[in-house]
């Protein structure tokens, strides 16, 4: 759809920042691919800021060039990728932010587009995966993590960023059976915290796994989850707070940012129907502000593989 001489991808001083400099559309009929911004915080259980995820990633993508050497694919040649902004979410309302995600990213995928979502806290993903399932029916999900987000509840609430894949799977949007995370870590609260995953079969490659294995292992063990829809759920504390500080609530050990490309480019060949990239938090980046480059990049990858697709 673009190329380096098009004047959308030229940075131009008093322009309004976009994910990797594309066109803002909304017009989504003209669309392969929607970037959507969600700045939703309301979910976090610690550290507030990621509303602000979206804002960063797209100052930090301006230095995306249109290029995948690995991948050898210029997705912007074989899609229409746009930013289409962000939903309009309600800051002092999670059920009313909700209705306005499902709302927002249905009308993407009622018009054939696929959804990128940029959070935002991972409790934006329960909203996104009813979206998703209303067309694709229960998908099978990849989601990289330090933490399960399967528990039942926090402070009473059945909603929150550690609870999406819990209602996701009771709501039957998930195929849990072909769920597998990637990255888990760190303390919990005991050891019935897996109970939900063995009673409904989520499979878990802890960081350790992936540390004694390689990332090649890795990306070998979720290509059983191909022949059917998969939708990818990214929450950037999966990456060790070494390189990506700025998150909500971060765990250490996890993966570099090396590990975390290679084993996002193992979902190569996958079905791929939908991604969010979430739990980016600003406020807590280093110098550079690492984080949100770093997801930045990942952004590219989704974008690259959703081009390889076609």
Request: aromatic letters at 10%; hydrophobic letters at 40%.
């Amino acid at each position: 759809m673009h190329t380096p001489r098009d004047p959308f991808r030229s940075p131009r001083f008093g322009q309004i920042a976009t994910f990797m400099l594309l066109p803002h559309v909304r017009e989504v009929a003209e669309l392969d691919v929607a970037l959507i911004g969600v700045p939703y915080d309301g979910g976090s259980s610690y550290r507030t800021g990621a509303r602000f995820g979206p804002r960063a990633v797209r100052e930090q993508s301006s230095l995306i060039r249109p290029w995948h050497p690995v991948l050898k694919v210029h997705p912007f040649e074989r899609l229409r990728v746009a930013d289409y902004g962000d939903i309009d979410v309600v800051p002092i309302s999670i059920e009313r932010t909700y209705e306005e995600i499902e709302r927002g990213v249905q009308r993407v995928v009622e018009a054939g587009a696929v959804p990128v979502c940029v959070g935002g806290d991972h409790s934006i993903t329960l909203p996104i995966l009813r979206a998703i399932a209303r067309r694709h029916g229960p998908v099978r999900v990849v989601h990289f993590d330090a933490h399960p987000d399967t528990w039942d509840e926090y402070f009473g609430s059945k909603y929150f960023h550690g609870t999406p894949f819990r209602r996701a799977i009771e709501e039957g949007l998930i195929d849990s059976r072909r769920m597998i995370q990637v990255g888990i870590r760190g303390p919990l609260y005991g050891p019935e915290d897996f109970a939900f995953h063995e009673a409904h079969g989520l499979e878990v490659i802890r960081i350790e796994t992936v540390k004694e294995q390689g990332t090649a292992w890795v990306a070998r063990k979720l290509a059983r989850l191909a022949g059917g829809p998969v939708y990818c759920s990214f929450d950037i504390d999966c990456v060790d707070p070494a390189y990506a500080p700025a998150t909500g609530t971060p765990e250490v050990g996890g993966l570099s940012s090396y590990e975390a490309l290679a084993i996002v480019r193992g979902l190569q060949g996958l079905q791929l129907i939908g991604c969010d990239l979430v739990e980016v938090s600003p406020p807590y980046d280093g110098p550079g502000q690492i984080t949100s480059l770093l997801a930045a990049n990942l952004l590219f990858e989704f974008v690259s593989l959703l081009a390889l697709a076609r």
